[in-house]
């Protein structure tokens, strides 16, 4: 078994990234993603289109993860491919695509949960980056989700807690949509966060039981008080920009760190692993970071590549799941509301 080479094709398509990677035993060889700018004028994702371009990128975004990594299609072991959760017209193109291309080399095909793979993204070989031993908590954050997993195996995880409306980076993007900055503004408001003051603001944090989040409160305050004051000072805006960035981020790192500790302290578990785009973010690192003098953490966050959508993730998936021979068969369709 050592000895064998097995190759993975992984496919990702559930929102507007179409990815393609191919992975030789838990190894990266090639992680191509093709990003759609179509939705940066209506400041957020049209699925119609996400799925139009989708359908225009699969074919050369596959090839070209092949052509990278120097492998060719009848080398492949297996074909992983993303069959949810996400939009539905775009998990369909992926998912077609797999299911033909695996039909046709005839190979094994097989499913991935798209939460699962950000999560599983962790245990991709890569010099420099340590796996998380079990149990860990997992927190999984971007434009499409938030979301704390405790993490008992590769595939027994268990949902702790998660937003009841809003991602946390919607909450970004929308903010940033308010103050005329580009969509997605997670990394510009971060930039300006860096050089204001966190305190100049206060936005309340929202009542959520458990360890349960929510944003769209917080999104709709920050509306709110930037029309009010807006009302008064037609410059609030371009005046005050780096310490409303700072306060808006110091208020979503707030709610983000309160919960973390929360789940830590209710399962005893000190390894926490974080996932999704806006774990590039700097204050959440800085927090996390200091997380482990200050309660004993020890953090782990994957290469920036394979923590935003990406197809790497679905391929460690696959290759997990190929060694243990659970595989997916030909009538297996699409999922929207696929859970973990
Ligand atoms: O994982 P991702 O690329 O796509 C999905 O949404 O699944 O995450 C994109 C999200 C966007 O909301 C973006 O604004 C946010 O991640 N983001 C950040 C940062 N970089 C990306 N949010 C805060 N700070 C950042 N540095
Ligand atoms: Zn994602």
Redesign the pocket.
């Known amino acids: 078994m050592a000895s064998q080479n097995i190759y993975i094709l992984g496919i990702e398509s559930s ?1 507007d ?1 179409t990815a393609a990677s191919v992975m030789l035993n838990g190894k990266i060889l090639s992680n191509v993603v093709a990003g759609q700018n179509i939705h940066a004028e209506y400041g957020g994702v049209v699925p119609e289109l996400a799925s139009r371009a989708h359908q225009q990128n699969i074919v050369p975004v596959v090839h070209q993860a092949l052509k990278k990594a120097n492998v060719d299609k009848k080398q492949l072991n297996a074909i992983a491919f993303t069959r949810g959760p996400g939009l539905m017209g775009s998990l369909l193109v992926g998912t077609s695509f797999a299911k033909s291309l695996a039909y046709g080399l005839n190979i094994p095909l097989i499913d991935v949960n798209h939460m699962q793979a950000h999560i599983l993204a962790h245990f991709i070989d890569e010099t420099g980056f340590e796996k998380p031993p079990f149990p860990f908590l997992a927190m999984t954050i ?4 938030t979301q704390i997993v405790k993490v008992n195996n590769y595939f027994d995880m268990e949902v702790i807690g998660e937003t009841i409306d809003d ?1 946390v ?2 909450a ?2 929308k903010s940033g949509k308010v103050l005329g900055l580009g969509y ?4 510009e ?2 930039k300006r966060a860096q050089l204001g003051n966190p305190k100049v603001f206060k936005f309340t944090k929202p009542k959520v039981d458990g360890l349960n989040f929510s944003f769209s409160g917080l999104k709709t305050a920050i509306l709110y008080f930037i029309q009010n004051e807006v009302k008064s000072n037609s410059n609030f805006i371009e005046e005050h920009i780096n310490d409303i960035c700072a306060s808006i981020q110091y208020t979503i790192i707030g709610i983000l760190i309160d919960k973390l500790k929360k789940a830590s302290k209710e399962t005893g578990i000190k390894h926490i692993a974080i996932g ?3 774990s ?3 204050g959440i690192r800085k927090t996390l970071k200091d997380g482990e003098s200050k309660f004993g953490w020890t953090t782990y966050i994957p290469k920036f590549e394979y ?3 990406n197809a790497a993730m679905i391929a460690i998936v696959g290759y997990l799941k190929y060694l243990e021979g659970n595989y997916a068969d030909q009538s297996i369709s699409a999922s929207a509301r696929l859970k973990l």
């Open positions: 929102c990234d971007s434009g499409g989700h991602a980076g919607e970004y993007d997605p503004a997670g990394p408001i971060d999704g785009g806006v590039a973010n700097s923590t935003t959508d």
